[in-house]
């Protein structure tokens, strides 16, 4: 019975994010605001989904993008935290909050995301009557990753680990090991009920274990980047 209302719970929400996602934006009053997280990684929040950032001397290296026409806005907020080149992208999932800004990024930047995301964003993809046609070429991630891999940059191991089914079919999270930092993207929302996708291969018991598997690695003392937050609340 438990399990049947949180069905009938993810399947409301679901309705409704549809509706949330067809709102009109106005992203000229969209102002991107920096926290120091721990040590060289930092969050941007802005509209869409928050953005981590490792910053050093190789460079920037960044996770989502929120949307194209916040794209020099966050340039802006980036140059502010280090002066160096824009290097990495790394891509939680697909949905248009987290990679609306790839096709700007992407012509400097190296896209890294799970090879589920890729394929989507090469593809048209609908929820309902809301169809998304294929983004362009320079959104696309050139580098894939299956289960796991790992990129050393600015002194960090940052690794990306896929947990299949949750959101949807392509969720990474992202561990910053020697800062002890973890963006969740959308497995973790803060304010709101989570969001299962289900046109995009999410799966509400999925989600619960991917979860509970990242909550078992979590080590003592981590601070968490989620990956959409209504409230300032964002630290465990």
């Given at each position: 019975?438990?399990?049947?209302?949180?069905?009938?719970?993810?399947?409301?929400?679901?309705?409704?994010?549809?509706?949330?996602?067809?709102?009109?934006?106005?992203?000229?009053?969209?102002?991107?605001?920096?926290?120091?997280?721990?040590?060289?990684?930092?969050?941007?929040?802005?509209?869409?989904?928050?953005?981590?950032?490792?910053?050093?001397?190789?460079?920037?290296?960044?996770?989502?993008?929120?949307?194209?026409?916040?794209?020099?806005?966050?340039?802006?907020?980036?140059?502010?935290?280090?002066?160096?080149?824009?290097?990495?992208?790394?891509?939680?999932?697909w949905?248009?909050?987290?990679?609306?800004?790839?096709?700007?990024?992407?012509?400097e930047?190296?896209?890294?995301?799970?090879?589920?995301?890729?394929?989507?964003?090469?593809?048209e993809?609908?929820?309902?009557?809301?169809?998304?046609?294929?983004?362009?070429?320079?959104?696309?991630?050139v580098?894939?990753?299956?289960?796991?891999?790992?990129?050393?940059?600015?002194?960090?191991?940052?690794?990306?680990?896929?947990?299949?089914?949750?959101?949807?079919?392509?969720?990474?999270?992202?561990?910053?090991?020697?800062?002890?930092?973890?963006?969740?993207?959308?497995?973790?929302?803060?304010?709101?009920?989570?969001?299962?996708?289900?046109?995009?291969?999410?799966?509400?018991?999925?989600?619960?274990?991917?979860?509970?598997?990242?909550?078992?690695?979590?080590?003592?003392?981590?601070?968490?980047?989620?990956?959409?937050?209504?409230?300032?609340?964002?630290?465990?």
């Open positions: 019975m438990k399990l049947t209302i949180l069905r009938v719970a993810f399947v409301g929400l679901f309705l409704l994010g549809a509706v949330w996602a067809t709102q009109e934006r106005d992203f000229s009053k969209v102002e991107i605001k920096a926290t120091n997280v721990r040590g060289n990684v930092y969050m941007l929040e802005g509209q869409g989904g928050n953005i981590g950032v490792c910053v050093g001397d190789d460079g920037i290296l960044i996770v989502d993008s929120q949307f194209a026409p916040l794209a020099e806005k966050i340039r802006a907020a980036l140059k502010q935290l280090n002066t160096g080149n824009l290097k990495f992208l790394l891509n939680t999932h949905h248009g909050d987290h990679t609306g800004g790839n096709p700007i990024f992407g012509k930047m190296t896209i890294i995301a799970h090879t589920n995301v890729r394929n989507r964003l090469m593809t993809q609908r929820r309902g009557e809301r169809v998304t046609p294929p983004a362009p070429k320079e959104a696309w991630p580098i894939t990753v299956e289960s796991t891999a790992t990129v050393h940059f600015n002194g960090e191991e940052i690794k990306i680990v896929h947990f299949p089914r949750g959101h949807t079919d392509g969720d990474c999270v992202i561990f910053f090991t020697k800062a002890n930092v973890v963006h969740m993207g959308d497995d973790f929302f803060v304010g709101r009920f989570p969001f299962v996708d289900l046109s995009s291969g999410g799966d509400v018991e999925g989600l619960t274990k991917n979860i509970a598997a990242v909550i078992a690695q979590l080590p003592a003392d981590v601070k968490i980047i989620p990956g959409t937050a209504r409230s300032p609340r964002w630290r465990i």
